[in-house]
């Protein structure tokens, strides 16, 4: 869980980006593994090779796509190489760990175990490191799309402060919380149904105890593997949508219910609140506007996704074989 700008570090999360992905239908019968190593693609000096657009097209194969699966798969590839050597300039890392969580999910999703899923992935040509190497793209592009929205999407305080000035000098007022975050770390390789529910049953009984935030790290003591968070002070906008409902609901000194992650299980404690009304209240909401809604934060992350890569693309070094 991404807190520096939740809302949007939220919906470009690896699992919004994984969804869009689909069921994935297993072929029948397999394809033979894919891997020619003649050079295709060059993008910025790194190779795209026959053998990644083969496993690139067996997986769009898989996603159930039509058309020229291969002029598509080249074309995905070339995007994702851009995407690649951006977030290595800008130094964005996605760890093993981050990146086998979210591929045991997806596997989930699909109602497959990890030895399932990557079985699958053999038999259809895709292989499990083509596939994984995908989850990081996706994982590490959120990321800089997130970067992009604080350097960019912010309104300036200027602006914010002729909005007001149009709407009469009224100063927009949002609910301040001071969160704390509180994970039951689950190793994605021990991921069980009987593991996560001895972890909400430890989750639960260290909320009965919960007083306030000041007590949460001593009374966790003597439990495995809990660790204690600041979050800090989170304005109502900035709220992640998978947590707003349940933070909105508990009340200062007391916790949400607990959430299954990709990090465990984790609970949120509410340590106070408060009502505020100034410019950086009236600057974050202007900006948010029209990303309070699912279909609005889809909106935003492909208007930025789509500027950002036809940036890439006009200054990138492409060249085909």
């Known amino acids: 869980m991404i807190f520096k700008q939740p809302i949007i570090a939220s919906f470009f999360s690896a699992a919004l980006c994984l969804t869009a992905v689909g069921a994935l239908t297993i072929p029948q019968p397999a394809y033979a593994a894919a891997g020619g190593t003649e050079v295709k693609v060059i993008v910025n000096s790194n190779a795209i090779t026959s053998g990644d657009i083969q496993k690139r097209a067996a997986f769009l194969k898989v996603q159930g796509k039509k058309g020229n699966l291969t002029s598509q798969a080249r074309a995905e590839l070339t995007d994702e190489m851009l995407k690649r050597v951006e977030m290595k300039t800008r130094g964005v890392n996605i760890s093993k760990q981050e990146i086998d969580a979210a591929y045991a999910n997806f596997a ?77 770390v689950v190793p994605s390789a021990k991921r069980s149904p009987a593991l996560m529910a001895k972890r909400r049953q430890d989750a639960n009984t260290l909320r009965s105890r919960f007083n ?34 349940d933070v909105k609901a508990a009340s200062a000194g007391s916790t949400t219910k607990p959430h299954d992650t990709e990090k465990g299980v984790e609970f949120l404690a509410v340590c106070s609140t408060r009502k505020v009304s100034d410019d950086r209240v009236a600057q974050m909401v202007f900006s948010l506007e029209g990303t309070q809604t699912a279909k609005g934060q889809e909106q935003k992350a492909e208007q930025l996704s789509k500027q950002y890569l036809d940036e890439l693309r006009k200054k990138g070094r492409i060249v085909n074989r």
């Open 108 to 184: 989930s999703s699909n109602r497959m175990s990890v030895a399932q899923m990557n079985q699958m992935m053999n038999q259809a040509g895709i292989t499990p490191e083509h596939f994984k190497t995908y989850i990081m793209v996706q994982m590490g592009w959120g990321r800089l799309i997130s970067s992009r929205f604080r350097e960019e999407g912010i309104i300036s305080e200027s602006d914010a402060v002729q909005r007001m000035l149009k709407d009469g000098g009224r100063k927009p007022v949002a609910t301040e919380y001071h969160l704390q975050q509180v994970i039951f």
């Open 212 to 245: 306030n935030c000041a007590t949460t790290r001593s009374q966790a003591k003597g439990m495995l593997d809990v660790t204690v968070r600041d979050l800090g002070r989170i304005l109502e906008p900035q709220l992640p949508g998978e947590w707003e409902k």
